[in-house]
């Protein structure tokens, strides 16, 4: 609750802004709506093979804030309007469905993206508030030092021109340094929320899942627990997972793993591979690894290697 709270009062943030007589007004519905779009499509294209969906109103309950969260960081860093704006929800687009950020927590490389976009965004916001309608003006050698008046004109290459209509600026202008305050806490808040909420989430199906484990006899249970670590529970799949499918799941990981291990300690029984092995050199080093844990009547058995 408290993440998806820290989400909220951060999209609220990242969607107002100071105008040039102090008042507090929207950025508009625009970037909210291509934001939500962007998020809706990283979801989806992220989960493409994922059977999981929410089984209760506390899972649902999250995935509806993560799905807002998303949508507001990426509402919020978007440049105004613009070719700018389409270009960066090529990237995004493409960053979000080819990575698990949309459906769990934002990676650190997703971070990072997000967090240049919010600065050409503050700069260009800057620009304009300086009356300065470029992104950046470089000045032409020599050209640029020559007095002369009629040489203005090409003394500067001005690149990224746009207009205060382009960048969504109120009327009376807008007022950089509040507005900056407001959507730096806005991202920052966004993004700690959506961590919270990816850590919130973890937590709560370990606990399904460990609940469901311990149906078992204490002793089976712990057992599976050691043969399945709550480290690996969501790199095997077990995350999202049915009641049912849950338990099959288990099933199938438990058969496939004792079965491996039943089969490890067949080989390292066996006499016919310890008997051929050249105890020098890189195969030396494979024979110290398989009868460091041998039996005893299997190590002593064995003639000695040749």
Same mark, same amino acid.
Request: hydrophobic share 55%; aromatic share 8%; net charge negative.
């Given at each position: 609750?408290?993440?998806?709270?820290?989400? =909220?009062? /951060? =999209? &609220? @943030?990242?969607? @107002?802004?100071?105008? $040039?007589?102090?008042?507090?007004? /929207? *950025? $508009?519905? *625009?970037? @909210? /709506?291509? $934001? %939500? @779009?962007? %998020? &809706? %499509? /990283?979801i989806v294209f992220s989960s493409w093979h994922e059977r999981g969906a929410p089984r209760d109103v506390i899972t649902a309950f999250s995935s509806l804030g993560g799905f807002l969260g998303l949508a507001f960081v990426v509402s919020g860093v978007l440049a105004p309007g613009g070719g700018w704006m389409f270009f960066e929800v090529l990237v995004l687009a493409v960053a979000l469905s080819r990575s698990e950020a949309a459906r769990t927590a934002l990676s650190r490389g997703t971070v990072i993206l997000l967090a240049l976009m919010l600065l050409f965004r503050l700069w260009i916001s800057y620009q304009g508030s300086q009356h300065r309608w470029e992104v950046m003006s470089i000045e032409v050698p020599i050209l640029s030092s020559l007095p002369f008046s009629f040489l203005a004109p090409i003394q500067s290459v001005e690149l990224g021109e746009f207009t205060p209509r382009e960048l969504g600026f109120p009327l009376a202008g807008l007022a950089f340094a509040p507005s900056l305050a407001l959507w730096a806490a806005g991202f920052v808040l966004s993004v700690a929320g959506l961590a919270w909420r990816a850590h919130a989430a973890r937590e709560y199906e370990n606990d399904r899942i460990h609940a469901t484990i311990c149906e078992l006899p204490p002793a089976l249970a712990q057992l599976v627990e050691r043969v399945l670590p709550e480290s690996q529970w969501g790199e095997l799949g077990l995350h999202g997972l049915a009641d049912r499918p849950l338990r099959k799941r288990i099933e199938e990981l438990m058969v496939a793993r004792i079965a491996a291990r039943h089969e490890l300690d067949a080989a390292l029984r066996s006499r016919e591979i310890l008997e051929t092995t050249n105890p020098g050199g890189f195969s030396g080093e494979i024979y110290r690894a398989l009868t460091q844990g041998a039996p005893p009547q299997a190590s002593g058995a064995r003639s000695e290697p040749s």
């Open positions: 609750m408290f993440a998806c709270a820290l989400i =909220g009062v /951060g =999209g &609220l @943030l990242l969607g @107002l802004q100071v105008d $040039g007589n102090g008042e507090f007004v /929207g *950025t $508009g519905f *625009t970037s @909210l /709506g291509v $934001g %939500a @779009l962007v %998020a &809706l %499509a /990283g």
